[in-house]
T-cell receptor
Framework: DVKVTQSSRYLVKRTGEKVFLECVQD?????MFWYRQDPGLGLRLIYF???????EKGDIPEGYSVSREKKERFSLILESASTNQTSMYLC??????????????FGPGTRLTVL | EDQVTQSPEALRLQEGESSSLNCSYT??????LFWYRQDPGKGPEFLFT???AGEEKEKERLKATLTKKESFLHITAPKPEDSATYLC???????????????FGQGTILTVHP
């Protein structure tokens, strides 16, 4: 079974703090994704990465950055947390090519509250 | 721009009362349509991938079907444990900045009463 783990289930931070969210997958997937999920807005893509050290902006990258130094690990960074970044953050990973149609497998999520 | 619309927003059923959830989509060249189940406070759990019109897939009480414009998730004789949010997503062709990206619908919240 694919396993995607996220470093924290719940996190509370102060406005202005630098926040790191970590995601690790154990299935050698090339693609990794960060989403945020908010009531009424659904899942929105923040950033994704299709290879080590490669990244692409998603639909809402403002206020976020990412890092992928190793294939299995994808980090989301909030440089200066703000209250409007309070949300559920979801990491996902998928294969590419080899006949796969890229099902994404999700981690359990991190509920971030910025005070 | 790819768009996915799910209906209804919420659905309440009695145990054993079969029904269907709808996912309408517009996408340039559908590469895949995905169904996920999400329980409160958890990440989405993958259910099905459908690749072409006419395709059907089943898992326990769930059956997903696909046409050129929409997909249905049929729930037969549901049980309270089927209560969850069901998400639909479409995938654009790979390449460029759309590599592997999914566009999600808003979801249907299903509640099954005993």
């Amino acid at each position: 079974d694919v396993k995607v783990t996220q470093s924290s289930r719940y996190l509370v931070k102060r406005t202005g703090e630098k926040v790191f969210l970590e995601c690790v997958q154990d299935m050698d997937h090339e693609n990794m994704f960060w989403y945020r999920q908010d009531p009424g807005l659904g899942l929105r893509l923040i950033y994704f990465s299709y290879d080590v050290k490669m990244k692409e902006k998603g639909d809402i990258p403002e206020g976020y950055s990412v890092s992928r130094e190793k294939k299995e690990r994808f980090s989301l960074i909030l440089e200066s947390a703000s209250t409007n970044q309070t949300s559920m953050y979801l990491c996902a990973s998928s294969l590419v090519g080899r006949g796969s149609y890229n099902e994404q497998f999700f981690g359990p999520g991190t509920r971030l509250t910025v005070l | 721009e790819d768009q996915v619309t799910q209906s209804p927003e919420a659905l309440r059923l009695q145990e054993g009362e079969s029904s269907s959830l709808n996912c309408s989509y517009t996408v340039s060249g559908l590469r895949g349509l995905f169904w996920y189940r999400q329980d409160p406070g958890k990440g989405p759990e993958f259910l099905f991938t459908l690749y072409s019109a006419g395709e059907e897939k089943e898992k326990e009480r769930l059956k997903a079907t696909l046409t050129k414009k929409e997909s249905f998730l049929h729930i037969t004789a549901p049980k309270p444990e089927d209560s969850a949010t069901y998400l639909c997503a479409v995938q654009a062709p790979a390449g460029g900045t759309s590599y592997g990206k999914l566009t999600f619908g808003q979801g249907t919240i299903l509640t099954v009463h005993p």
